[in-house]
């Protein structure tokens, strides 16, 4: 069959890793043939490594380096757009999402960090594709704060909180109980090893190496769940599935490269604007399975404190910004433009570096704008005389 499942994979690393995912789907009957991979890296990297690595493979894709993410700007007319992706940045994934938005063949659209491993249990890309095909019942959670911590399961023995979770909504009271899943449009794959932590979180732990002292394992989850409608969580893109139509309202914010310096916060972020759209689209997201197994590399965790620390209090206050509005839209673009017009027309003077606020609405309304060009049909090339 052809390709219709896009993996996007940022790396500047260990893009090697993929190889582990092929051997997975190959251990477990999935089709690669299903998968087109895309690389998305910087010129300074071994592209061609990395393209021989897919042919070695036998798995389509392609890799985009920044010389040739310009090119593909040019040929698809959106070079006035280029900005929404900023270089050497995690939010490189944005990338991915307007390369499948430009390519109908892909239905599904799946993220992969390169510092992560399958684990041999899970049929990785069978079970995302399961889950966002899953109509049964599943474990629903809610707290007093809005907030679902992902790592609620064994939350009593680790006592863990994920990267971006507001330090406002912590000591939250949780319910659960059960309800059956309605259109599934996402599905978030949590982490053995490393626990995906800000670095405030990592320094609480003791750890100056970026990665935490406490790991988790197994016995940390307990199967899949859903945050109940209202109710917000963490998204982490490093093993992630979704379905093509949230595109419009998942964009990766525009990180790391901007005049307050926050970064850190793409995938959060991005996620809260998902799970609102969701919430007033009557879809849901699953978190749990299949996990992997996530092998952070040390690095000083002062380095990922420098670039959290701008952003932490516009953190706290995001989704307050974005629960208020949308809930009359009817598509996600209309979801998305609502919660764009929030935060680019606000005035947030009373946060610090709260233009950014306002610079990730512009850059939102441009990314709405970017897939309209991207629909937009071609002019036809003039015949020669």
């Not at 992969?112 to 049964?136: K, Q, S, V």
């Not at 790991?215 to 998204?235: H, I, K, S």
Request: aromatic share 12%.
């Amino acid at each position: 069959m052809n390709a219709d499942i896009c993996v996007i994979v940022p790396t500047i690393r260990e893009y090697e890793c993929m190889r582990a995912y092929f051997d997975n789907a190959r251990a477990h009957g999935f089709d690669l043939d299903r998968l087109f991979v895309l690389l998305v890296t910087e010129d300074f990297c071994d592209t061609e490594g990395m393209a021989s690595m897919l042919d070695d493979e036998g798995v389509s894709g392609a890799v985009f380096d920044g010389t040739a993410r310009e090119e593909w700007y040019d040929e698809h007319d959106v070079s006035e757009y280029s900005h929404l992706v900023p270089a050497a940045s995690h939010a490189q994934t944005s990338f991915g999402l307007l390369y499948m938005w430009a390519h109908s063949e892909f239905d599904y659209g799946v993220f992969i960090d390169d510092d992560t491993l399958p684990h041999d249990e899970w049929d990785f890309f069978g079970r995302h594709m399961a889950n966002l095909a899953r109509t049964d019942e599943v474990e629903s959670v809610s707290s007093d704060e809005r907030w679902v911590n992902v790592l609620y399961q064994n939350a009593d023995e680790h006592g863990l909180y994920p990267r971006g979770y507001p330090y406002s909504a912590m000591d939250e009271t949780v319910e659960t109980g059960t309800r059956e899943l309605r259109d599934v449009v996402a599905s978030q794959g949590l982490w053995t090893n490393v626990p995906d932590l800000d670095a405030v979180r990592i320094l609480m732990d003791g750890d100056l190496e970026g990665q935490a002292q406490t790991r988790t394992d197994f016995e940390d989850f307990d199967g899949d769940f859903v945050a109940e409608p209202g109710q917000y969580l963490t998204v982490c893109s490093m093993n992630l599935a979704f379905e093509r139509e949230v595109v419009p309202a998942f964009y990766q914010l525009p990180m790391d490269d901007n005049e307050w310096e926050v970064g850190r916060f793409d995938d959060i972020w991005s996620g809260v604007f998902l799970k609102r759209a969701a919430d007033v689209l009557g879809k849901d997201v699953v978190t749990g399975y299949p996990l992997c197994e996530h092998n952070k590399a040390a690095r000083p965790t002062f380095d990922d404190l420098n670039n959290e620390v701008p952003g932490l209090e516009l953190n706290e206050h995001l989704w307050e910004v974005v629960d208020a509005v949308g809930g009359d839209a009817d598509s996600y673009a209309g979801v998305f433009e609502a919660m764009a017009d929030a935060l680019a027309d606000g005035d947030w003077s009373e946060y610090r570096n709260g233009g950014f606020f306002n610079y990730v609405g512009e850059h939102m309304r441009d990314w709405l704008d970017c897939l309209a060009a991207l629909d937009a049909p071609r002019a036809a090339a003039p015949a020669d005389d």
